[in-house]
Structure formats: C-alpha cells, structure tokens
Nanobody, 126 residues
Framework: VQLQASGGGLVQAGGSLRLSCVAS????????MGWFRQAPGKEREFVAG????????VYADSVKGRFTISRDNAKNTVYLQMNSLKPEDTAVYYC????????????????????WGQGTQVTVSS
C-alpha cells in the first residue's frame, strides 16, 4: 500500500493544522492507522492511532486534548486535526498502517506498522 500524507506547513503557536493521509488500496478499512513524528535530533515517536473501525483511539500524553485522529474509510483517508499547536510540535509527521488486519486495539509500537507515508513537515513558530 502507498500512503500519501499532506497538510503540513508553517503555523504560529496556538494555531491549527489538519493532516491527511490517503491510502492507495481499498483494504484501508481493514487496518488500524497511526501518526508518528520525528523532530530533528530526536527519535521517532508515536502521536496518535485509530483502530480499523474507528471506534478506538489512543494519543500520546503530549498531544491529548489538542490533537484528534479520525478516519473516513469511504475515502481511504486518515486525518490528524492539530489544535493549540506548540513549538515543540515541530517535526516531520508520518502516517503508517498497522501490519495486522482487524487488530481490535490500537498499537503504539512503530514496529507494528509496515507501511509508511513520506512525511509532511509541521513547523510551529513561537
């Protein structure tokens, strides 16, 4: 599967962005999806995940209450709505697909994702 992420950009602190990730295959609806990010000089970290049906979501503590992950299986798309952005949210954001079909829970481990998008840069200025 190919994943195409978009929606990144430059925004002031306190602003909002919505990231989108479109999958190339119709099997999208059978897999959980996740968003990860990597800042310069730091390791990749989990941001948010959603299970295949959209009923379960998980967030990193650093983004809880500010970010919302959702999906539209009819459009093969997963979204990340980011509000109240902070300079520390600056990173390249990647979407990824769970490697297990119909996993009921949301996994936060990067090793459980087998397909990754190309990344989209999010820069938050202070």
């Amino acid at each position: 599967v190919q994943l195409q992420a978009s929606g990144g950009g430059l925004v002031q602190a306190g602003g909002s962005l919505r990231l989108s990730c479109v999958a190339s295959e119709r099997t999208f609806s059978s897999y959980g999806m996740g968003w990860f990010r990597q800042a310069p000089g730091k390791e990749r970290e989990f941001v948010a995940g959603i299970n295949w049906a959209g009923g379960n979501t998980v967030y990193a503590d650093s983004v809880k209450g500010r970010f919302t992950i959702s999906r539209d299986n009819a459009k093969n798309t997963v979204y990340l709505q980011m509000n109240s952005l902070k300079p520390e949210d600056t990173a390249v954001y990647y979407c990824a697909r769970d490697d297990r079909v119909f996993r009921p829970i949301v996994t936060m481990s990067g090793s459980d994702f087998d397909s990754w998008g190309q990344g989209t840069q999010v820069t938050v200025s202070s």
